[in-house]
C-alpha cells in the first residue's frame, strides 16, 4: 500500500512511519519541520517539507495515495490559549485541507488525530466517546471541530475518516525541549539540568496516559479494521490514572509547586470498550514500565 503521514517527522508520527515501513508499505511524509525533526523519519520513507495550510502544493502529494493517517497539528493547549488564530488555521483549515485532498484523489481512508482534549472537564470517569464534548481551551475546540469535519467529509463526501482521540502520549522521541512539552518531557529536561520537578497547582491531577506504541497500533488497526465505516470517534488511552505527583515521583528528584495552567483538564482516563470493539485494541504497555523506557531513550539523547 501507499501511505501518506501528516506530521510524519513529530513524535507520534515518525512512530508510525517506522511501523508502516516495517509492515511493508510505501510511506510519503508531508511535514514543515515546526515540530518535527528530519532525523526521526526513517530513512525508507519518502519526506517532503510541505505545510497542510498550503493547499495547492499538499494536493499535488496525495495522487496515488491509498490511505492517509492525519497528524499534522500545532498540538500544545498553552500555546492555543496565547495563539488561538494561528493553532485554528493549522488544527481547523489545515485539517480540512487534508480532508478535501484525500478526497478529491479518492482515498480509501483517512485516519485522524483528535484529543483527549475534547472531553474537557466531566462529572464521570472514565471518559466515553458519547459523552457531551465540554473543550475549555481552543486547542480541545479545535479537535472537537476536526471531528465534526470528519463526519461531514464521511457523511456528504463518501470519504472514510475515523478520529482516534490519544491520551497524554509519551514514550522514546518525546519533545523535552519546548515551553508546551507534556510534563513527562519537563520533568525529563529539568532533572537533567539539576533543576526541581515544575508541577502546576497541586499535582493531584491525573491523567489517563498512552504509550506511544500503543497508540500507533491503534492508527494501523484503524486503517485495517473492516468494522470501521467512517464518521467514528475512537478512545486510545488508559483505563488506569495516573496523578502528576505519581509520575514526578517516578522520573525522581525535588518537587516544585505553581499555579495550575489556565486549560489545564484536571482528570483524564479512557474508557477504551469502542476501541476493542472496533479495533479489537486495549493498551498493553505498563505505564510504570513505560515510563523507564521514556527516561532510558531521554538519558541516551540528551
Not at 76 to 86: A, E, F, M, N
Not at 113 to 133: A, F, H, R
Not at 230 to 259: P, Q, R, T
Amino acid at each position: 500500500m501507499k501511505v501518506l503521514v501528516t506530521g510524519g517527522a513529530g513524535f507520534i508520527g515518525s512512530h508510525l512511519v517506522d511501523k508502516l515501513v516495517e509492515l511493508g508499505h510505501s510511506v510519503l511524509v508531508l511535514d514543515n519541520l515546526s515540530n518535527g525533526k528530519k532525523e526521526n523519519v526513517n530513512p525508507k520513507a519518502e519526506l517532503h517539507q510541505v505545510d497542510i495550510c498550503d493547499f495547492n502544493t499538499m494536493n499535488l502529494y496525495f495522487k496515488g495515495i491509498d490511505y492517509v493517517f492525519h497528524l499534522a497539528a500545532l498540538p500544545r493547549i498553552t500555546l492555543s490559549i496565547q495563539d488561538p488564530i494561528g493553532t485554528s488555521k493549522t488544527n481547523i483549515m489545515g485539517t480540512i485541507n487534508v480532508f478535501e485532498a484525500s478526497k478529491q484523489n479518492n482515498i480509501k481512508r483517512v485516519v485522524s488525530t483528535s484529543s483527549s482534549s475534547v472531553y474537557g472537564n466531566q462529572d464521570k470517569l472514565p471518559l466515553k466517546e458519547d459523552m457531551i464534548p465540554n473543550p475549555i481551551s481552543p486547542y480541545g475546540l479545535q479537535k472537537w471541530v476536526g471531528e465534526k469535519w470528519a463526519k461531514v467529509y464521511t457523511d456528504t463526501y463518501n470519504l472514510p475518516v475515523v478520529s482516534i482521540r490519544p491520551f497524554n502520549v509519551y514514550g522514546p522521541r518525546i519533545d523535552a525541549n519546548s515551553d508546551y512539552s507534556l510534563a513527562i518531557g519537563r520533568f525529563l529536561k529539568q532533572k537533567s539540568i539539576g533543576n526541581p520537578l515544575p508541577i502546576n497547582g497541586d499535582g493531584e491531577q491525573t491523567r489517563g496516559y498512552c504509550f506511544v506504541g500503543d497508540l500507533v497500533n491503534a492508527f494501523i488497526l484503524a486503517m485495517q479494521s473492516e468494522k470501521v465505516r467512517g464518521g467514528e470517534v475512537i478512545n486510545a488511552g488508559s483505563d488506569k490514572a495516573y496523578s502528576i505527583n505519581f509520575l514526578a515521583d517516578l522520573i525522581g528528584g525535588e518537587k516544585v509547586y505553581g499555579s495550575e495552567r489556565p486549560g489545564d483538564i484536571r482528570h483524564t482516563q479512557a474508557d477504551v470498550s469502542l476501541a476493542k470493539e472496533l479495533l479489537d485494541w486495549e493498551p498493553k504497555m505498563d505505564f510504570v514500565e513505560g515510563v523507564e523506557i521514556t527516561k532510558k531513550w531521554f538519558e541516551k539523547n540528551n
